[in-house]
């Protein structure tokens, strides 16, 4: 997948590893300067250098998506390095799986904050200068665990289910400005988050998928490349869901 990102600048949530990283250095290979926030320092650094290292252009933020203070001095950092925030990719999240009935306040309560809370507070951050530019693309990472549900997940797919119904909320106040709003939903991927399942479950899982396979971050990477490009500007609203065809 290329589109023409030239100059634009883009901020990619939990952009240290996994999924987020595959799409920072996705951004960066077809133009985009990425500012990459995550937690950990030294990742970060090491995530900044896979991007700079190809000639691109990146910067390291550390910052609690769930913390308002730490979100805004993150976004009025990023404006004051590159002036201007094109491109918002809400993708940092967490797992805290445990069926419902055992599940603590705090395993509620953590999952919410990172992964719905999160994105209200970058978008509401990154919306403002977007909103002055009269263009801007926000992307946030969803789950097909929030579009059907899954067992051990009450606290993951709620706050999934929430952030779909964040984004068509978003898409709507945001049309006016010209700022579109969509969600990529990703099935099973290879990652550090779902290599600690269980092989079998993996093995099941595959067999259950039409398209035969496990899901790659290059494949949740090209959708949001799509959602970020040009070629995408009468798209708002939307959840695309890349799942090899598992949810059909
Ligand atoms: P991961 O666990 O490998 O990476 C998550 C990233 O988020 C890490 O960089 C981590 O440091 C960051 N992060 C966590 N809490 C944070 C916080 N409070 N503030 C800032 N950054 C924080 O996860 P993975 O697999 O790459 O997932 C990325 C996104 O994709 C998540 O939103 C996840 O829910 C979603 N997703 C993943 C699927 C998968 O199969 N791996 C399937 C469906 C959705």
Do not use: H
């Not at 055992?102 to 999952?111: I, Y």
């Not at 899954?150 to 709620?158: E, L, P, W």
């Not at 899982?205 to 949740?220: E, F, M, N, W, Y």
């Amino acid at each position: 997948m290329q589109v023409d990102l030239k100059d634009k600048v883009a901020v990619v949530t939990g952009g240290t590893r996994g999924i987020g990283l595959g799409i920072a250095q996705a951004l960066a290979a077809n133009g985009a300067k990425v500012a990459v926030v995550g937690t950990n320092p030294e990742k970060l650094k090491q995530a900044v250098e896979s991007i700079t290292a190809t000639g691109a252009e990146a910067e390291g933020y550390i910052c609690n998506v769930a913390s308002t203070e730490e979100v805004e001095k993150t976004v009025n950092a990023v404006l004051e390095k590159f002036s201007k925030i094109d491109i918002l990719v809400n993708n940092a999240g967490i797992t805290r799986d445990v069926p419902l009935g055992a599940m603590k306040d705090e395993e509620w309560d953590d999952v919410i904050a990172v992964n719905l809370r999160g994105p209200f507070l970058f978008t509401r951050a990154c919306s403002k200068p977007m909103r002055r530019a009269k263009k801007g693309r926000i992307i946030n990472i969803t789950s097909i665990s929030g579009l059907i549900g899954n067992k051990g997940q009450a606290n993951y797919s709620a706050s999934k289910a929430g952030l779909i119904g964040f984004t068509r909320t978003a898409s709507k106040e945001l049309a006016g400005k010209n700022i579109t709003v969509n969600a990529v939903a990703p099935g099973f991927i290879e990652t550090d988050m779902t290599n600690v399942l269980p092989e079998i479950y993996k093995t099941e899982l595959k067999s259950r998928t039409p398209l035969g396979r496990i899901g790659q971050v290059a494949d949740v990477a090209a959708a949001v490349l799509f959602f970020a490009g040009d070629e995408a500007n009468f798209i708002t609203g939307q959840i695309l869901t890349v799942d090899g065809g598992l949810i059909r």
